[in-house]
């Protein structure tokens, strides 16, 4: 009975799972920090055991991987090398969903030494938007034609009829980390160079997406897209982004944020969590040097951001709704950042009777050998289940789920520190996928 090691118990690791126990002889320890974590996930289902376990301690680690053949690691990025490290002294497999960080691809040689196999960026985005952008990169160039322009964007959101709020946003994670996701640079190609937006400029880059006419999407580039000329071996490539969608509205909202210092996180003493108690209003007077009454603090949003128009009404009236004129007395967190994430969390998750969807669209600027051009597409939607798994954790956790099982049966040989970036990685764990209806639609346009 093959035996797999689960780190963590995020939102993942249901349909990841689930996946596995399809085959009748799995048997999966999942292993949290906290017991009851893990015997909640185990609850309603057969052949799973739930531990404790800190990976912190890096001999109890390495003692629980030596008992199973493979360890599935969801737990945050950062402990990623010590779970190599620990599964490479004992010579089991590890499959993450994550970026290869540096840290961990240090391992590289070491994995191989071993024998063993590391697999990651297998959710969605890192994951399947690999496995369709290798596919349709493979095809054409075996058919002597050139990517000259390779257009990619991702974004987990609410469904429409749940986007009801001025971000048109929710979280179903740490809404710090998408904050500060805001705050990045960017870096992609643009007419054969490297083109530069500072982080504190990254809203102004933002345009309209056109993937279905019932969508009002808007992307922008996510951090740094220039490796992948290399990593897709497309250095033909003119102008290539991989980057985030998000509803219409959005970048202006968080523009605005922006300009009056909410996505900073120095520490502000009046914010510290042994302040006396303040209200939003004089939180927003202090930082804009001005009155608390509404009109004078709006008019000093004004003056800060240059808003106008319909756009000031919309944004003031969204501030309103967030409550920052208000006499509610904020949740102290240290900073202006992490005190408005605490707010954004109370009033931007995802009710039980509402869904999430995942929307993923790639766009290959493609030229043939006779100097004919030719654009295709690979579109993927997927939606959640109100009260059941969301779509986000589902297009995470079965790709995950998939590639551990293809490790496992032998499918998967290859050894080292890896992602999907052949096709002998790739178009196994695209079939199964699809199989269970896991899947993008390719179009010539």
Same mark, same amino acid.
């Given at each position: ?224 897209? !220039?490796?992948? !000329? ?59 040097? !001005? ?155």
């Amino acid at each position: 009975m093959p035996q797999i090691l689960l780190l963590g118990n995020g939102f993942v690791a249901g349909p990841c799972l689930d996946y596995l126990l399809k085959r009748e002889d799995n048997h999966v320890t999942i292993a949290s920090r906290k017991l009851e974590n893990s015997l909640a996930l185990c609850k309603g289902r057969v052949r799973v055991t739930g531990i404790a376990l800190d990976v912190g301690d890096a001999q109890a680690l390495e003692q629980c991987i030596g008992k199973h053949d493979i360890v599935i690691s969801l737990i945050p990025y950062t402990f990623h090398a010590q779970v190599i490290d620990a599964a490479i002294k004992q010579k089991k497999h590890v499959v993450t969903t994550s970026y290869v960080s540096p840290a961990m691809l240090q391992y590289d040689q070491q994995a191989k030494d071993a024998g063993i196999t590391v697999f990651n960026e297998i959710g969605v985005d890192p994951g399947i938007d690999h496995l369709y952008a290798i596919k349709t990169i493979d095809e054409v160039h075996q058919q002597g034609g050139k990517i000259v322009s390779f257009l990619s964007y991702c974004g987990g959101l609410p469904a429409p009829e749940d986007s009801d709020n001025p971000l048109g946003y929710k979280f179903s994670w740490s809404s710090r980390g998408v904050l500060l996701a805001l705050r990045n640079d960017a870096k992609y190609w643009k007419d054969g160079e490297i083109a530069y937006t500072p982080g504190n400029r990254l809203m102004e880059l933002a345009k309209p997406i056109h993937i279905y006419p019932g969508f009002a999407f808007v992307g922008y580039p996510n951090r740094d897209s !220039t490796p992948y !000329t290399t990593r897709y071996d497309i250095p033909e490539c003119k102008n290539l982004i991989r980057g985030t969608l998000r509803y219409q509205g959005f970048p202006e909202f968080i523009k605005a944020l922006v300009e009056i210092g909410f996505l900073d996180d120095t520490p502000v003493p009046h914010l510290a969590s042994t302040s006396a108690a303040i209200e939003w209003k004089n939180v927003l007077s202090k930082q804009l040097n !001005t009155l608390a009454d509404e009109q004078s603090l709006i008019n000093a949003i004004v003056a800060k951001t240059g808003l106008q128009g319909d756009e000031k009404e919309r944004i003031i009236n969204g501030f309103k709704w967030l409550g920052l004129f208000s006499d509610q007395k904020v949740h102290l967190r240290g900073n202006l950042l992490d005190t408005l994430c605490a707010t954004l969390e109370e009033k931007m998750q995802y009710e039980s009777h509402e869904r999430d969807m995942v929307m993923l669209q790639h766009k290959f600027g493609i030229e043939w050998a006779n100097g004919k051009k030719e654009t295709r597409t690979s579109t993927g939607l997927w939606f959640g289940v109100p009260g059941g798994d969301s779509a986000m954790a589902t297009t995470v956790g079965v790709p995950c789920g998939i590639t551990t099982q293809l490790i496992l049966d032998g499918v998967i040989t290859k050894k080292g520190v890896l992602a999907p970036m052949t096709r002998d990685l790739v178009d196994p764990i695209m079939q199964e996928l699809e199989r269970v209806g896991i899947k993008m639609v390719e179009k010539i346009l």
